[in-house]
């Protein structure tokens, strides 16, 4: 049985290893954790309703369960319901996904639960996903919305927090190799995408006896130091929004899950005192 049990740890671990190098991306920063948080969760609610619940539904939310975030039923009312929806209806959206799909080029996903599915496999939460996506816009008039992003490469969706987090640039320093002649010489060019999306190229050098290995280094600079602090900070909240809301009662969970095993750990030990009593006159 343990051989079995050892057997089934060393698969899942040789199965999600694989898993975890393909996702491997843009680096995802640190949310900060603020799920216990009412005063935050309030505020990504509020984010939520007003910039993201627009095109993304939330079919498996329903407005009255925000009561568990310490809101009134009367100030939901008043603050997160814009249309004719009742405080108990879901959090759906009118936009017909056919036409999200012509206007956008694929219909937005509902973010019941987002921050869960965007968790990394035995790795970091689907919030850290999140609060990094949400950060990482950046002006590229190349695409067809005017906007990419750096942990979604050219995804459809435009940067509705354009406003809120002020004008950015991003560098990119990439080292690659170059063949001319037949002989193979590595450069190290240093690309520029300023705040309205145009592409400069500020140097591209020479390395001469180089041994490394390809690599590509993207910093996204936001040029309003005091912006970029307020727009963190409700990015955060948004995040833990949509962590709360992938599963409303995870505390729940946790609390019970502590007890659980610690019932377990009481049992084990009666179930180990029992067995050696029962046997002890057994040769």
């Known amino acids: 049985m343990i051989k079995k049990l050892l057997g089934a740890l060393v698969l899942m671990f040789a199965v999600s290893g694989p898993a975890m190098s ?23 609610a509020k984010l939520f309703v007003n910039y993201c619940l627009n095109c993304h539904s939330a079919n498996a939310m329903r407005y009255n369960k925000l009561v568990d975030l310490g809101l009134t039923e009367k100030e939901i009312e008043e603050n997160l319901l814009f249309t004719g929806d009742k405080v108990g209806d879901k959090m759906t959206v009118a936009m017909n996904p056919k036409d999200a799909k012509l206007w956008l080029g694929v219909a937005p996903p509902d973010l019941s639960v987002m921050a869960r599915a965007k968790a990394a496999n035995l790795g970091q939460p ?45 560098t990119t320093v990439t080292v690659h190799p170059v063949e001319k002649d037949g002989q193979v010489q590595w450069f190290k060019t240093t690309t520029l995408v300023d705040a309205d999306g145009f592409t400069s190229v500020v140097s591209d050098e020479p390395l001469a006896d180089y041994k490394g290995q390809a690599s590509v280094e993207q910093t996204l600079k ?37 007890w659980v095993l610690l019932f377990l750990a009481l049992f084990f030990v009666i179930a180990w005192r029992l067995n050696k009593t029962y046997w002890k006159h057994v040769k």
């Open 222 to 258: 936001y040029l309003d130091p005091a912006k970029q602090a307020e727009f963190d900070n409700n990015m955060a909240d948004l995040a833990a929004f949509l962590g709360w809301m992938a599963e409303p009662d995870q505390q729940f969970r946790k609390q019970l899950g502590t």
């Open 22 to 44: 393909a996702a491997a991306g843009y680096p995802w920063d640190r949310a900060p954790e603020r799920i216990t948080d009412l005063a935050a969760l309030q505020n990504g």
């Open 126 to 170: 689907g919030t850290d996903y999140i609060y990094t996506y949400l950060r990482t816009f950046y002006r590229d008039v190349t695409r067809p919305l005017g906007w990419n992003n750096l942990v979604f490469p050219n995804a459809g969706m435009p940067n509705v927090f354009w406003q809120e987090s002020g004008p950015s640039e991003l």
